[in-house]
């Protein structure tokens, strides 16, 4: 587990950029994008790049993208190769950080295995660190972002899919086999499923993952009911929630009951008394409105606190960054690359 | 938290029993029994008390009759009150482990912000630690019980009241506020009430704990459906479903089906591999092997081992007795009482 200081330095700074002592990449691997980022040691972004992953699922070749995106933000920042410290991903996946090796993402990428922190030490010479995309975006949030200075939150990530990424006592907590915080396939009242089984959506992904609330949308849809048409994204939906149109607004409403059921489950196990929403719709404001309202109506001993990320889509980018710093200054480092 | 070795030392053993290098008590503060063991410093029990706690609540006299017991205890194994080197208690409510104080039970109970602690060091002049009774009871399984050997598990208490204690990277996870694990409230399919309020019993347990089995046994009785009494306990309606009592089947089955979710959504947001299951009701073979049967009919990637609790009503008092044995080695020890 990675050792991090709770309130780190702001990536965001007006002080002249600087990579004299060294610089890190922070690597954000998604199902569309890859995002990279440059950092010099105090965490500070000196240079990003973004790349299309559409089509592209092998691991090879996300690594040569990967080894494209470095060299050419060493080029736009004009520093050597041997300035590279350190370097951290997010993997979309479920991660053994102790070994670095993805052991197996969803069928859109269909990774299993993968040795991704050797590929990636191998490849850049530096000490590398790896961790599930959603822990990764948790880290970023407790390092610089909406968590800062809280040791014990969940990160929610709401999305095309639903994750958790937890932090205990100011460190990731990934669990036994690394998958701890899988709640999309949690089971509460009020889901169309109440079986959850390998190789399909979790049951409560499928209803409140930003996929799931289209295709209730779709499903509920008729002109009779609403002279919006049948084909909504989920904050589309939420926001003609807001305007006032019925059918969205009871979309709304059960998203928002089954939200409030599954983060107050989450909460009584773990006693954890914030929650930083993220993903696009777990972002959306009426959703964590009516969330909020649905929880205090219940008139229960403990609310959880729900707090928007600070950081967006930055936050996995961010806890990449905080890996990658890691990881420079961990034992490992000087031991691994000797002879560089 | 407590340091303590996964593999401890037997509480039962054939060697002759001896006390010369002191002792400790672990006590187990219940609803309606108080419970003591005293042990040697190897954690073997020497002797034994038990005494009802029926209609005595005031911490006052629940600490007078552990004295007295304790006086006992030390007349029964011939040994100086000065050869008790530390005192656990396990308590039934919420419990700050740090300040040593009890902040909240049960309404059965009464109690807010009790230093028992402190009540008890100033009583005996011994070190003492205290912790919520399911959390002891983890304790005790994880040292010399079930979950020997195992660094993440969860422990269910299923008797009247429904409970989690958790065990992580071998040592008890008791939550930011003290509260982790209280699933009494958790929200699942399948329940009366999806509302979770204070000062009323949590919707799980008022579903799948002994009272509410009971209940729904009363509540869909009638003498067409089955030929037995409308007034039975859990466990004697569990005994009639493996009998082929239809009725008492039928609520064994919505019992397992609840309980199953419930264990299902703990270990998504934990990933604990194990639990031990403990309590009256959750120590019922057929409610063990039903839940199993509904956890195996959902085809998910990994299904938990259910294990029964190898300490039974001992668990509590055997991690009682764990924390009396860290709290008479704790730096605390030698600084607070070296004028004994």
């Not at 996946?93 to 070994?99: A, H, L, Q, R």
């Not at 954890?272 to 972002?283: A, E, H, K, S, Y």
Request: aromatic fraction near 4%.
């Amino acid at each position: 587990m990675s050792q991090h200081p709770m309130n780190g330095p702001a990536i965001v700074s007006t002080e002249e950029p600087s990579a004299n002592g060294g610089c890190v990449i922070g690597v954000d691997i998604g199902g569309s994008n890859l995002r990279l980022a440059l950092a010099d040691m105090s965490g500070k972004v000196l240079a990003r790049k973004a790349t299309s992953t559409r089509g592209i699922r092998e691991a090879h070749r996300i690594l040569s993208l990967i080894r494209e995106g470095v060299e050419e933000l060493l080029l736009k920042t004009a520093l050597p190769s041997s300035a590279l410290r350190g370097i951290g991903a997010g993997a979309p996946g479920v991660t053994d950080v102790n070994s670095g090796v993805v052991i197996a993402t969803s069928y859109l990428m269909g990774w299993r295995n993968v040795p991704l922190r050797d590929l990636l030490e191998e490849t850049f010479r530096v000490p590398a660190a790896i961790d599930n995309d959603v822990n990764a975006a948790a880290l970023g949030e407790s390092w610089t972002g909406a968590a800062s200075g809280n040791s014990d939150f969940v990160f929610l990530a709401i999305g095309t899919g639903v994750g958790a990424g937890i932090i205990l006592n100011g460190l990731p907590f990934q669990g036994k086999s690394w998958s701890a915080g899988e709640i999309g396939y949690m089971l509460v009242p009020g889901l169309s499923s109440n079986r959850p089984e390998r190789d399909k959506p979790g049951p409560l992904e499928d209803l409140i993952g930003g996929e799931g609330i289209q295709n209730q949308w779709k499903k509920q849809w008729s002109s009779e009911k609403t002279t919006l048409p049948s084909e909504l994204t989920a904050t589309q939906i939420f926001d003609h929630a807001i305007s006032g149109d019925a059918l969205a607004a009871a979309i709304l409403q059960k998203t928002a009951d089954v939200l409030a059921a599954a983060i107050h489950n989450i909460s009584l196990v773990l006693n954890t008394p914030l929650f930083v929403l993220g993903g696009t719709v777990g972002m959306h404001p009426a959703l964590r409105d009516a969330t909020l309202a649905v929880l205090a109506s219940w008139n229960y001993r403990s609310i959880p606190r729900l707090e928007f990320s600070s950081l967006g889509s930055d936050a996995q980018i961010v806890g990449a960054i905080r890996m990658a710093l890691d990881a420079a200054h961990s034992p490992r480092a000087a031991a691994l690359f000797q002879n560089k």
